[in-house]
């Protein structure tokens, strides 16, 4: 007995110091089953391409994903990869935990092939780049033309009158039908946004809270008239949404119940899953009185820590991700944006009419002006909670529009933001 | 020597205490008093009361203290009265009882957080299955939004609760109602005593101390029990569900501001033990009878 112990040891001490085994610890945000079979898989690769090394993947639940991140990234744990989204870069990166990823990208070939605004999306806080972006998220028109020709609307509307005007005809309620997937739960700041901007002819491209004279959107009386046109599209939509957040709005959409949506391009990954090719559609953004609508870019990436111990070989698997074919594959099966060009060329997924609402808008920078929530501000995340609970206020008829706009317009002004 | 020994066998329990429970407590205590954000989790600085002026300042304060007594008292009474229902119910021994006991007891062994989003989809004000059922059987005509009316949300998390917390003071009744000794049915029996007078001359007295102390146990626990109204509502519509200890989850996630949600932390800690104080200097004083 002893000696077969004592063979065992040695053959465990020889199989430790010969493998000589790296293993670099990453973390992801946006946890899902999908998601985390496809990362597994792209780490698979690399780990065959790159023998001795190892990626162990954490995936916390989301809803705790961004606290846990904050908190292991602030006590040092360890963690080589980071993932980073456009909402937790700038408290990340105040951190001072976050690596530079300037040196690596002036010896990289990535940078050529970019797609417009990715670059500049890195480099948000202070003008560094602390991720490297994998994915864009651009909210676009998601409408289900086998429900809406019934009613007489095969094509999807142009402008937010037609909007409201095709939803109104869908609505009635007595068979389940309403028009507008709307958003009352779990930061619905952005569907207010693209609504209430879309009156506004003068939104500073560098925030979408500031008309381009440095004054806050939410004194002029356009968005008085804009979050009053809101409450009419809510009107068309089932009551209960008022406490709908992501999944509640997919389910909706899938039925049938609400066709007209505004959602991100990972909706399509689930949308391929649970839907027949050809039922869904997607169309730019409708176009409000101003005649304009302002998307804001999302983003999401890895981050390297500072105090990361490989980070040449972080920065490895980092290229590796963002390799064309790569990126291609975690982009048509995750369900984004591709940030690198040269993945809209060699993968047709991404010219097919799924994707008609995004190219469309990319082509017009006429009438879609790309803007940036002010998310390095501190205030920004006590925002979504006060305007979620607020705006579920108006919609119960609790507080009147013109108070609620009083209300926000305070709370940016106590925020440093505007004239 | 011998007191030695006695400290030195205290040490681990004590140490792991101080670890688990005290150093956490006394830990927020101090947060409370800082300004500690994400943006500032390695600088944290003391800002002395303002935490708890935002808190008192707060004009939704008042609401949400209310929520929050209306959550404990309709959450605690209607779980003791069904529990206790239960418990009698399944004293005596009948067939099958223990498969039937394992069944009405599993809601218990589920996460909270796991029901609230199980619920949520149940009572979905548009394909929830409650509402497909209720029209169905004529009772509607329009489904009724549980958790997006003001008027229904409220009810409809507590509901939930009380489904949740019934098989736990059903187990807990049941365990005390076993050990009320049978002489005394039976002498009450020959004395022609009815249901209801055993009930309340006999079992209830007996078993008064485990309903003191459960129901003591329970309403901390619902105050502190956040899971199931953050699954259904995150507080919402319009902030009638949010009491206390989900208002702390939402400074937490929305806010990211730690200082503030110890300091919530810290008010909540403060009403439990005042409460607790009065509840059981009155029970000493036998001032109020249960």
Redesign the interface.
């Known amino acids: 007995m002893r000696k077969f112990l004592v063979l065992l040891l040695m053959v465990v001490l020889l199989a430790t110091t010969f493998s000589q085994q790296v293993t670099l610890r990453m973390i992801q945000v946006f946890t899902s089953p999908l998601r985390t079979k496809i990362l597994e898989e792209i780490i698979a690769k690399f780990e065959a391409q790159n023998p001795g090394v190892k990626i162990e993947l954490i995936s916390p639940p989301y809803e705790t994903a961004y606290q846990k991140i904050y908190l292991m990234v602030s006590a040092e744990e360890p963690l080589d990869i980071v993932e980073v989204g456009d909402w937790s870069l700038s408290a990340l990166a105040s951190m001072g935990k976050l690596l530079s990823l300037e040196p690596y990208l002036a010896k990289s070939e990535l940078p050529k092939y970019f797609v417009p605004g990715v670059l500049e999306a890195a480099r948000t806080y202070k003008g560094t780049a602390y991720l490297l972006p994998n994915a864009l998220y651009v909210k676009t028109l998601f409408y289900r033309p086998d429900i809406t020709s019934k009613y007489g609307f095969p094509n999807p509307p142009k402008t937010m009158d037609e909007l409201l005007q095709y939803c109104r005809a869908l609505t009635k309620p007595e068979i389940g039908q309403y028009g507008f997937n709307f958003r009352g739960k779990g930061y619905p700041t952005a569907f207010i946004d693209i609504v209430m901007t879309s009156f506004f002819d003068d939104i500073d491209p560098n925030c979408m809270y500031l008309k381009k004279d440095g004054k806050l959107i939410f004194e002029d009386p356009r968005a008085l008239e804009g979050l009053k046109f809101y409450i009419e599209l809510y009107k068309t939509a089932p009551k209960d949404s008022i406490n709908w957040g992501f999944d509640e709005q997919v389910n909706a959409f899938v039925s049938g119940i609400t066709p007209y949506l505004f959602q991100d391009p990972d909706t399509v990954g689930l949308l391929k899953e649970l839907m027949k090719e050809g039922t869904y559609k997607t169309a730019p953004l409708p176009i409000g009185k101003g005649g304009k609508a302002y998307p804001t870019l999302g983003f999401s990436g890895w981050g390297i820590t500072s105090y990361s111990k490989h980070k040449d070989l972080a920065w490895k698997f980092l290229e590796f991700f963002n390799s064309p074919e790569i990126n291609a594959y975690w982009c048509r099966e995750y369900g984004a944006l591709p940030v690198d060009k040269r993945v809209y060329e060699i993968d047709p997924y991404f010219k097919s009419e799924v994707f008609a609402g995004w190219r469309a808008m990319f082509d017009d920078p006429k009438h879609y002006q790309f803007t940036k929530y002010p998310l390095d501000n501190e205030a920004w995340s006590e925002w979504n909670e006060l305007h979620e609970t607020t705006m579920q206020q108006v919609l119960l008829g609790k507080m009147k529009p013109e108070d609620a706009l009083k209300t926000w317009a305070n709370f940016w002004k106590k925020a440093g933001l505007g004239k | 020597m011998k007191k030695l020994w006695v400290v030195l066998m205290l040490l681990p329990t004590f140490s792991l205490v101080f670890l688990l429970n005290l150093y956490p407590l006394v830990r927020g205590g101090v947060i409370s008093f800082q300004r500690l954000?994400?943006?500032?989790?390695?600088n944290p600085r003391y800002v002395g009361l303002a935490n708890y002026e935002t808190i008192l300042r707060d004009p939704n304060f008042p609401r949400i203290l209310w929520n929050t007594l209306v959550w404990i008292a309709w959450s605690v009474s209607l779980q003791f009265i069904f529990g206790l229902i239960l418990a009698l119910l399944l004293e005596k021994p009948f067939k099958g009882r223990g498969a039937y006991m394992g069944f009405v007891f599993y809601p218990w062994a589920l996460s909270g957080f796991a029901i609230g989003l199980l619920w949520?989809w149940l009572l979905?004000?548009?394909?929830g299955v409650v509402n497909d059922l209720l029209v169905r059987m004529r009772f509607i005509k329009?489904?009724i939004?549980f958790?997006?009316?003001?008027r229904f949300a409220m009810m409809s998390v507590i509901l939930v609760n009380v489904w949740y917390g019934i098989p736990f003071f059903a187990i807990m009744l049941l365990a005390a109602l076993q050990s009320v000794p049978r002489e005394l049915y039976e002498a009450a029996q020959i004395d022609g005593a009815g249901f209801f007078q055993r009930l309340f001359g006999i079992t209830l007295p007996y078993i008064r101390p485990t309903v003191v102390s459960t129901i003591l146990l329970r309403i901390i626990w619902v105050m502190n029990f956040p899971d199931i109204i953050y699954g259904m509502?995150?507080g919402?519509?319009?902030?009638v569900t949010t009491i206390l200890s989900v208002q702390m989850l939402?400074v937490?996630?929305?806010?990211?501001?730690f200082g503030l949600a110890s300091a919530l932390g810290v008010i909540v800690t403060a009403v439990l033990l005042a409460f607790a104080v009065v509840y059981l200097s009155l029970l000493e004083k036998g001032e109020f009878e249960l």
Do not use: H, I
Not at chain 2, 236 to 239: D, L, N, R, S
């Open positions: 954000t994400v943006f500032n989790l390695n949520s979905n004000g548009q394909f329009v489904p939004g958790l997006s009316d003001e509502t995150r919402g519509p319009a902030g939402n937490v996630y929305y806010r990211n501001n």
